[in-house]
């Protein structure tokens, strides 16, 4: 019977109200209505390192699918304007981060750490440039916010900053304080929550793997390809579909690796929106459809799993 359950959730901008609507109808499933209660380790990335902040911070699913419909459209607001001075979009960020900022002090706590959070988190994000006084060994590098004890823990690290970290993603927001969404490299942070586990500086003896399971759930996907069979592309005609393969990239080695370690310990619940359905992270009015999508989504295999492996 496995002991040590991870809850990873993805970014996905704001397609986190399906995962949300999702999480709420798991949640009114008989013999499932606790089941947030029973989590070890919630990890998250961007919008979904927004949901794992939330939930560790004790906010219901109800007032979490609030703060979607009422605050999305505030964060992804882009004016004209806005736009004649970013050039189209070629030049500056889509959107400021100051309505960001403010949604989720209200949210989260103006002064809140993470070690004042009810529940284990792992939150990705990027650092682009450590600021190491060696020459030689300064650089880039991904950052791993965790309140885990141990000798690296963030649990003075407030919250709200945290959250604005992993949601800066690339074109959509400035960087913040130096970071920029975990996306990068961990859209889908399960593969990251199964490795702390692992590390002897947070359990000693490290987490045995058999008694480990692992809920993964994606925000919604939309199923894009590339004709052909050579692209004889530079970086105009790459730029454009790049992000979006690189997040699909790294959340299915992710998926792939987990099943692999986990087996039946392990499940992934990721969407996919019907081929003639596209939904970028900012889509705002787009929020009823995605309702109305995750709320008729089939749900039974992940309920009977669930049954069986996390209760």
């Not at 103006?110 to 300064?138: M, Y």
């Not at 199964?194 to 987490?207: C, G, I, N, S, V």
């Not at 790459?238 to 392990?266: E, R």
Request: proline letters at 5%; a negative charge; hydrophobic letters at 40%.
């Amino acid at each position: 019977m496995a002991t040590y359950r991870i809850l990873s959730i993805d970014g996905g901008g704001i397609r986190g109200i399906v995962t949300t609507v999702l999480m709420q109808r798991l949640a009114a499933t008989p013999g499932l209505e606790n089941f947030l209660d029973t989590v070890d380790l919630i990890a998250g990335t961007s919008t979904g390192g927004l949901l794992a902040l939330a939930i560790a911070r004790g906010k219901s699913l109800d007032d979490i699918r609030d703060l979607y419909v009422n605050d999305g459209p505030k964060i992804f607001d882009d004016s004209w304007l806005d736009d004649l001075l970013d050039l189209g979009k070629l030049r500056g960020a889509d959107y400021k981060t100051a309505p960001m900022r403010r949604v989720f002090k209200r949210v989260l706590g103006e002064d809140r750490t993470l070690g004042q959070l009810d529940k284990h988190v792992l939150i990705t994000a990027f650092d682009l440039d450590n600021q190491d006084t060696d020459k030689s060994k300064r650089t880039w590098k991904p950052k791993i916010f965790h309140n885990l004890p141990g000798t690296d823990s963030d649990q003075d690290e407030l919250v709200h900053k945290v959250a604005l970290y992993t949601a800066a993603a690339p074109t959509y927001f400035p960087s913040v304080d130096g970071y920029i969404d975990g996306g990068v490299y961990a859209n889908n942070p399960a593969m990251c929550a199964l490795a702390q586990t692992r590390d002897r500086r947070y359990f000693e003896p490290p987490t045995d793997i058999n008694d480990v399971v692992l809920l993964s759930l994606g925000t919604g996907t939309s199923p894009f390809h590339i004709k052909g069979k050579r692209h004889n592309w530079g970086y105009i005609q790459w730029i454009k579909p790049l992000i979006s393969l690189m997040l699909d990239g790294v959340s299915g080695i992710a998926d792939y690796q987990c099943q692999q370690m986990l087996g039946d310990h392990y499940h992934r619940l990721a969407p996919v929106f019907p081929p003639d359905v596209s939904i970028p992270m900012d889509a705002v009015k787009k929020i009823p459809y995605m309702i109305d999508f995750a709320e008729d989504l089939e749900i039974g295999e992940i309920v009977a799993w669930m049954q069986e492996h996390w209760m």
